[in-house]
């Protein structure tokens, strides 16, 4: 590699390191390519199975990331994020059985004929290869991408940060392990979370070993695989997501909808970040007294605070409160004339990732729908159900906020590409 290439100057022990890693990983997805359904399945199984049997040993390696974070001064979103619990490591085992259930997407026929000519012509699906996946402080996202990964017949390198690191390396472990028993090359899931930053760096520069790059995170982390890859990458992740109260919206279900998309688990990429107001909707002092009560700092525009004045706290917005994905509870709220302008803020500001409107009105969901141009877009439900597992997709690798291969949440189908086979009988152009 030349130093153009290596343009994040990463060591050349570690460069080296993980590319051999990386050819490990293409020749053991050679024989993962091969493995059919049943076996992959099997495999599935195996890593449920291991993970509730050791989840005494993932909750203690878990529980030191967690305090020595907490030392560390990480907010209590991101801890959340980071933390598990008996409950949450049965759903990471639950997550694979699922997964196990769904089509092998492997093989899949995507299309086919005869040409003119007599040719016979059939497109299907293939694994893309050898998937590189940079995430932060998320380990049930080690075995999301493990497992769909196996499934749709690829390798996966994994960076995992610094912040999991310890619930990462037994995650990891014994995943391998349970590879291993089924007969499937360990090498087809492996971590260069050892090599720290130098690890990702060398991900990113590692065109040619890496089919694609998968960066799950917040802003800084995602902006910075775009801006220095050398390897395909598919932007994940960061959402600055929407929702608006429309004049007609029934007062209850805004009250409900918008305190589940910010409160429930606000440090989730899909939990709502600005609350757009029609002026007129009869719903909007409730739903601002009802985020309140639930501790949601609102940062609010001229006109909501004059709504609010005497009766809900509020601290007034400033322009990079419309920028800010705050995943805490923090809430950006501005009163907007019409829902073409509340459109309008949206096309400003979204960051690709879901949009919802609250309203009673049939004709504003349809120009809703039709006009907002994100990967989700919602009628009278919240942005919390942008997620592989509530789609039905088992898991995701991350929430495509581009157009380009895949939008939205990234499942199977999203981990692999097409092949085209023709068979003739001697055809020759003329």
């Not at 349970?178 to 990113?204: H, I, N, W």
Request: proline fraction near 3%; hydrophobic fraction near 40%.
């Amino acid at each position: 590699m030349t130093a153009s290439e290596n343009s994040l100057n990463v060591p050349e022990k570690v460069l080296r390191d993980v590319q051999d890693m990386a050819y490990d990983a293409r020749v053991a997805a050679r024989t993962l390519a091969r493995a059919d359904a049943e076996w992959k399945n099997r495999a599935l199984e195996a890593m449920a199975h291991d993970i509730e049997k050791q989840a005494d040993v993932i909750l203690t390696q878990n529980a030191e990331d967690v305090q020595r974070e907490r030392k560390n001064g990480m907010s209590e979103a991101l801890l959340d994020r980071l933390a598990l619990n008996p409950k949450r490591v049965e759903e990471l085992a639950d997550s694979l059985r699922e997964l196990k259930s769904l089509p092998d997407p492997v093989g899949e026929v995507m299309r086919g004929g005869t040409l003119a000519n007599g040719m016979r012509m059939v497109q299907y699906r293939v694994p893309l290869g050898v998937v590189g996946a940079i995430y932060e402080a998320r380990p049930n996202v080690t075995v999301d991408i493990a497992g769909l990964a196996i499934k749709s017949g690829n390798a996966v390198m994994l960076r995992g940060g610094s912040a999991a690191e310890s619930s990462n390396q037994t995650i990891t472990r014994i995943i391998r392990a349970a590879l291993d028993r089924t007969g499937l090359p360990m090498d087809c899931v492996q971590s260069v979370d050892e090599f720290g930053r130098d690890g990702a760096a060398a991900l990113m520069v590692s065109r040619g070993y890496i089919d694609v790059l998968i960066p799950r995170g917040g802003h800084d982390l995602i902006q910075s695989v775009i801006r220095n890859a050398r390897v395909p990458v598919i932007e994940t992740g960061e959402g600055n997501c929407h929702i608006v109260v429309d004049t007609s919206a029934d007062e209850k279900m805004a009250r409900d909808i918008v305190l589940n998309a910010k409160a429930q688990r606000p440090g989730t990429c899909n939990t709502v970040e600005t609350l757009l107001l029609v002026e007129g909707t009869q719903a909007a002092l409730p739903v601002l007294k009802t985020l309140s009560q639930a501790g949601v700092t609102l940062h609010v525009d001229e006109k909501t605070a004059e709504l609010a004045a005497g009766q809900v706290e509020t601290v007034p917005a400033t322009e990079e409160d419309w920028k800010t994905e705050y995943g805490s509870l923090d809430l950006a709220v501005a009163t907007v004339g019409t829902l073409d302008e509340a459109i309008r803020h949206i096309r400003t500001y979204s960051s690709g990732h879901s949009e919802a409107i609250i309203t009673n009105d049939l004709t504003h969901a349809e120009v809703f729908i039709r006009e907002v141009d994100s990967a989700a877009v919602y009628v009278n439900a919240s942005t919390r159900f942008t997620d592989g597992g509530q789609f039905g997709l088992g898991a995701e690798v991350g929430i495509s906020t581009q157009k380009l291969h895949a939008r939205g949440p990234m499942g199977l189908e999203q981990l692999t590409t097409s092949k085209w086979v023709i068979r003739g009988d001697g055809h020759i152009r003329s």
